[in-house]
Structure formats: structure tokens, C-alpha cells
């Protein structure tokens, strides 16, 4: 059964990871447009997170025939898939005289370290969803860039990257999100790139009457391609001691077109939405200084159909 984060929420026992799903929801749209298949129960000894699918690569085509002549035949072609489910998290310690003085300021000090760490989470999944790469680490789950491959690649050259846009660059943008569009199972439901293509694509939209923007439920303001949601893919962030490095989600002058939904793209989590989103507070009932708390996600992403997602690359004019 698919799910939303939203319905997910609902019947959750730990409160504080339902109140932790809205942190989610409030970091990225896409977490309110993506479905979850919540299908995988590991049972038994030696159990695995995996969750096998077929992901159509080819359509079958009709044809037609004259009386009493046969059709050649033709039929869809699949491919069996198996992916795993990634569990995405992190700890924080308090130590316990903070814990048995504090008062509100510990409880303070818990909220503000899930929050953070559940905000970790969603940076990691965003960059996973378009960059993992079980290939190159097992840890992660492959993402769009590598379930597309070259297929569904569109590449259009623009007479400049940055700057006033032109009406002659707003019309190549359009055309190349029309023929990325044209290759996929039906309308996008979002376009996601960093923060500069977002903008050249609203300058587009503004140029060509296909712009549009509202406030959602969070207050925040999303804006729409012709009535496509624009998602920001944001930087995904890593730390070495105090050093933090940046790297993009999606690559300057790049978008992704995704159709989201069971026949599509979407996420996979565990039956259980308790083990979907999860949180431990600190427990100081036993021995020990300093106890740890930490949140969970347990997810990856399934590709249903390879004409579901499609990526766009925009170069700079000879």
C-alpha cells in the first residue's frame, strides 16, 4: 500500500517521531509528493531489507492486420529489480547532570538535537534520491543519476548559463523541458535542480506564461513550471571534525523531470511506519555518564518505469 509521510504519521505510538515527520515534511516538498510503498517486513533468521519489483524498460506496440493475416506479436519489456532499504540516521549524547539539572533546558536540548539530526536526514536522503550509488558504497541506495543512465538524456544549449534572460533562451528552455517531458509516462509531477537552474527555469516560465506560485499548508511558497512543482535540490552537507564540505545535490545546469508514483518513482519503507521514522530519547535508567539518543529513516527509492524520470542538462552555446 503506498503512503504518504503525512499518512505515515497517523497511528505512529512514539509521538516524538510524529512530531519529527513534520520536520521532514517541512524541509523539502518533495516529501509531501513522493509515495512510500511501506511493503518490507524482514522476517526470519538471516533477514534482508529487500524489495524486489519490475521495472517496465520497454512498451509494447500495436499494429494493424489485413483479413486473415496474423499479428507479428510484440510485448512489453521488464526487468526484475532488487533494491534495500537504507536505514539513514545518527546519535547525539547528553550527559546525565545536564539530564537530573536541566529541566526544561534538557528537554529543550533533546528537541533541538532530534531536529537537527532528523534535518541530516532529509539532506542525505535528497542527495541520495538523486546521486546514490550502491556501486560505490553499499551503504547507500541508487538514485536517479544512475536507475536512468543515459536513457531519457536531453541536452540543450543555451546562448548564456547566467544573466537576463533572453526570449531566445526562454524558448530552448521550454523546448527542452517539452522534449524531456514527451519522453515520459505522463506530466512530471516535480522538476528538481539547484537553486541557479530553478531560477532560469521560473525566468523562462515568467517569459513564456508558465509561471505560478502559492503558499502550502507550512506557509512556504512553491512555485510551478506549468503547474509542475520546482523543488530546490539544496547541497548535501558532510563533516569531518569541524570541517563541513558541500557538495550539490544536482549539478549546475541540470534538472530532473520525475513522474511520482507507484507506476513510477517512488520511495520504499517498512510495514511498520514505527519503523519507518523512529527516534530514541536518552535513557538514564542504567549506568553511565553520558547516554545517546538518535532518529532513523529506513527507505530508499524504487524506478517502475524507465520513462518515469528524465534529465535535462543545459550548455553553454560555441
Known amino acids: 500500500m503506498a503512503i504518504t509521510l503525512a499518512q505515515a504519521k497517523v497511528g505512529m505510538k512514539n509521538k516524538v517521531a510524529a512530531e519529527l515527520v513534520e520536520v521532514f515534511r517541512n524541509e523539502t516538498v518533495l516529501f509531501d509528493l513522493i509515495p512510500f510503498d511501506n511493503a518490507v517486513c524482514p522476517t526470519g533468521k538471516g533477514s534482508t531489507l529487500a524489495y524486489g519489483y519490475v521495472c517496465e524498460t520497454l512498451p509494447a506496440v500495436a499494429q494493424s492486420r489485413s483479413i486473415n493475416e496474423e499479428y507479428t506479436g510484440d510485448q512489453a519489456v521488464k526487468e526484475e529489480v532488487t533494491v534495500n532499504l537504507k536505514i539513514l540516521g545518527n546519535k547525539y549524547s547528553i550527559d546525565r547532570v545536564i539530564a537530573e539539572t536541566g529541566g526544561d533546558a534538557f528537554m529543550d536540548e533533546v528537541a533541538f538535537q532530534s531536529k537537527a539530526i532528523a534535518k541530516g536526514v532529509v539532506n542525505r536522503f535528497l542527495y541520495l534520491f538523486i546521486n546514490g550509488n550502491t556501486t560505490s558504497d553499499a551503504e547507500q541506495f541508487d538514485g536517479l543519476a544512475k536507475l536512468l543512465g543515459t536513457n531519457n538524456n536531453v541536452s540543450q544549449a543555451l546562448s548564456a548559463l547566467t544573466g537576463a534572460m533572453t526570449e531566445g533562451d526562454a524558448e530552448l528552455i521550454c523546448e527542452a523541458l517539452d522534449t524531456a517531458e514527451s519522453k515520459l509516462i505522463r506530466k512530471p509531477d516535480a522538476i528538481i535542480a539547484d537553486d541557479a537552474t530553478i531560477n532560469r527555469i521560473k525566468a523562462a516560465a515568467r517569459k513564456a506564461g508558465y509561471y505560478k506560485a502559492e503558499r502550502d499548508d507550512f506557509g512556504r511558497k512553491v512555485e510551478y513550471y506549468d503547474d509542475i512543482p520546482l523543488i530546490k535540490a539544496g547541497k548535501y552537507y558532510s563533516k569531518s571534525g569541524s570541517t563541513v564540505s558541500e557538495t550539490a545535490n544536482v549539478a549546475a545546469n541540470t534538472l ?63
Request: hydrophobic share 45%; proline share 3%; glycine share 8%.
Open 256 to 318: 530532473f523531470m520525475v513522474c511520482l508514483g507507484m507506476d513510477g518513482v517512488h520511495g520504499v519503507s517498512p510495514t511498520s511506519n514505527d519503523a519507518f521514522i523512529s527516534t530514541r530519547l536518552p535513557d538514564y535508567n542504567t549506568a553511565g555518564a553520558v547516554k545517546d539518543g538518535d532518529v532513523e529513516m529506513v527507505a530508499c527509492i524504487a524506478l517502475k518505469n524507465k520513462n518515469a524520470a528524465a534529465k535535462v542538462t543545459f550548455t553553454q552555446a560555441a
